[in-house]
Structure formats: structure tokens, C-alpha cells
């Protein structure tokens, strides 16, 4: 089992450049979670989906989309990438239903805007 | 708005000795609680977890955590540190009622281990 992946690994971007992180589970998670890791500051909720068809909004969304494209993967897009996006990226799933469920966590995705 | 505090950024242990690494959440409602441990250029596991089964939850290479509910807190040991145990740790949060599947995260406690 693959459990959590997300592409791609590194990525060095320009100010005002687009991309988007990919992310599939294999595990028939129904919640999946986008948090960026900061030093000093922890893991930041992004957005998260409770269920397929469903998105959230979680503490720090802004300059950021998601859609949750099935019941396996989870895309995060920056449109116009900022240096304060800069950041490592965990794409995470879990059971979901009742809140108890154990976070499943890529491997991570650094990326750096210039 | 639910949230997690870790007191302590950086705490240093000697091996052998006592770990304590400390959180508190801010709930009305007692949440589903977590320990997480985050090894170097690694993503995080599970250490434990509290789902109100019992207040004293054992978990992985010997951590258990208490949940206080009176003191809102949720605090992390081991009797005796190992070099292995140098890592970032993180306490996390869910809620029992609306958004149960939002997870919160504290800032993390990183750990060091003196030989």
C-alpha cells in the first residue's frame, strides 16, 4: 500500500506563477487535509474535505483552492504564488465520520516561491 | 474557535530522565485529543490518542498522555528519554460536535536529548 502521495516532491516557483499539489490516498479515507508546516508556527490547516464533494475552509485558506476530485485525491492550486507561500505542504487523510479517526500524512512538498 | 497551545518551543531532557512535553486546548466541549511525533525530514505519526475511553492513554515507545478535563490539558511523558526520542512533537485537536473532522494542530514542542 501506497497510503498518502503527493507530487511533486520539490518545486521552485516565480512570484505570480500557478501550480497545483497532487494528492491520493489508497486507503478509502472519506476525509482528506491540506496543512503547510512553518518553522515556529506548527502545522496550519489550509482546507480540509470531510467527504467527496465537500470543502472546507480551515485557519489560513487565503491565496489557495482546492478541489477534492473523487473520493481519493485532493489538489491544493495557487494561482498567483506569493513568497510568504513558501512553505512544506502535508497532504494528509483519515477514516473520518466521528472525529476519533488517526491522520495518515504524506511524505511532504517543499516549495519555494522566488 | 477551538485551538491548542504547547507550552515550551524547545525543551532539552538528559537521557534517561523524565520527558514532560505540555498541552492545553481551548473548547467549550472536550475534544478528541492526539500526540503526534514528526522525526527529521519525515512526515508525522501517531503516538496516542484520547477519545474518552480513559483519561490515561498509553501509546507508542513508551509515551502516555493524561486528559485533564478541569485543567483543559493533555500533557505528554516518558519516564526515561532515549536518544531516539529527538523529535518535533505536535498535539492536535478534533471536535466532538460540528466540524468533528477539522483537525487543529499546536505549534510543536521540539525535543532534545542529552547523552
Known amino acids: 500500500n501506497a497510503g498518502v502521495t503527493q507530487n511533486p516532491k520539490f518545486q521552485v516557483l516565480k512570484t505570480g506563477q500557478s501550480m497545483t499539489l497532487q494528492c491520493a490516498q489508497d486507503m478509502n479515507h472519506n476525509s482528506m487535509y491540506w496543512y503547510r508546516q512553518d518553522p515556529g508556527m506548527g502545522l496550519r490547516l489550509i482546507y480540509y474535505?470531510?467527504?467527496?464533494?465537500?470543502?472546507d475552509k480551515g485557519e489560513v485558506p487565503n491565496g489557495y483552492n482546492v478541489s477534492r476530485l473523487n473520493k481519493r485525491e485532493f489538489s491544493l492550486r495557487l494561482e498567483s504564488a506569493a513568497p510568504s507561500q513558501t512553505s512544506v505542504y502535508f497532504c494528509?487523510?483519515?477514516?473520518?465520520?466521528?472525529?476519533?479517526?488517526?491522520?495518515?500524512f504524506g511524505e511532504g512538498s517543499r516549495l519555494t516561491v522566488l | 474557535a477551538q485551538s491548542v497551545t504547547q507550552l515550551g518551543s524547545h525543551v532539552s531532557v538528559s537521557e534517561g530522565a523524565l520527558v514532560l512535553l505540555r498541552c492545553n486546548y481551548s473548547?467549550?466541549?472536550?475534544?478528541?485529543l492526539f500526540w503526534y511525533v514528526q522525526y527529521p525530514n519525515q512526515g508525522l505519526q501517531l503516538l496516542l490518542k484520547y477519545t474518552s475511553a480513559a483519561t490515561l492513554v498509553k501509546g507508542i515507545n513508551g509515551f502516555e498522555a493524561e486528559f485533564k478535563k478541569s485543567e483543559t490539558s493533555f500533557h505528554l511523558t516518558k519516564p526515561s528519554a532515549h536518544m531516539s526520542d529527538a523529535a518535533e512533537y505536535f498535539c492536535?485537536?478534533?471536535?466532538?460536535?460540528?466540524?468533528?473532522?477539522?483537525?487543529?494542530f499546536g505549534p510543536g514542542t521540539s525535543l532534545s536529548v542529552i547523552p
Open positions: 492536535a485537536v478534533s471536535e466532538r460536535k460540528t466540524s468533528y473532522d477539522k483537525v487543529i
Open positions: 473548547s467549550s466541549v472536550p475534544p478528541y
Open positions: 474535505s470531510a467527504s467527496e464533494g465537500t470543502t
Open positions: 494528509a487523510s483519515r477514516r473520518g465520520g466521528q472525529g476519533t479517526g488517526e491522520l495518515f
